[in-house]
Nanobody
Framework: QVQLVESGGGLVQPGGSLRLSCRAS????????MRWYRQAPGKDRELVAH????????NYADSVKGRFTISRDNANNMVYLQMNSLKPEDTAVYFC?????????WGQGTQVTVSS
C-alpha cells in the first residue's frame, strides 16, 4: 500500500498557474493508477484527472480539459497536476488518489485558492 503526500497548493490570481505534486512512499507505486480529485466547500468530491500506471493513458473532467495536465514520474514515485488558466471555480482542496484493484490510497489534500 502506498502513502501519498500532496504539495504545491496556494493562492493564485485568475489566469495564473500552479503545479501540484504528489509524493508516494511504499512499494508498487508504478502499478497504481493515479488520480487527482478536488472538493470545493459544500460540494461533492470531483474527479479531475486520471493517469494509468504506465502514464500512457490520461483522462480529464470536461471542466479542466485543455487547461490541466496530469503526469507521473515512476522512477521517483511522483504524480503531478499542472494547472494553467486557473479560474475562481477551480478553488478547492485537491487530493491525490492511488488505485490498485480494490486498494485505494488518499493524500491529506492541498488547498488551491484562485482569487484576485
Amino acid at each position: 500500500q502506498v502513502q501519498l503526500v500532496e504539495s504545491g497548493g496556494g493562492l493564485v490570481q485568475p489566469g495564473g498557474s500552479l503545479r501540484l505534486s504528489c509524493r508516494a512512499s511504499g512499494s508498487m507505486f508504478n502499478i497504481y493508477n493515479m488520480r487527482w480529485y478536488r472538493q470545493a466547500p459544500g460540494k461533492d468530491r470531483e474527479l479531475v484527472a486520471h493517469i494509468s500506471s504506465s502514464g500512457r493513458s490520461t483522462n480529464y473532467a470536461d471542466s479542466v480539459k485543455g487547461r490541466f495536465t496530469i503526469s507521473r514520474d515512476n522512477a521517483n514515485n511522483m504524480v503531478y497536476l499542472q494547472m494553467n488558466s486557473l479560474k475562481p471555480e477551480d478553488t478547492a482542496v485537491y487530493f491525490c488518489n492511488g488505485i490498485l484493484g480494490a486498494l485505494q490510497a488518499w493524500g491529506q489534500g492541498t488547498q488551491v485558492t484562485v482569487s484576485s
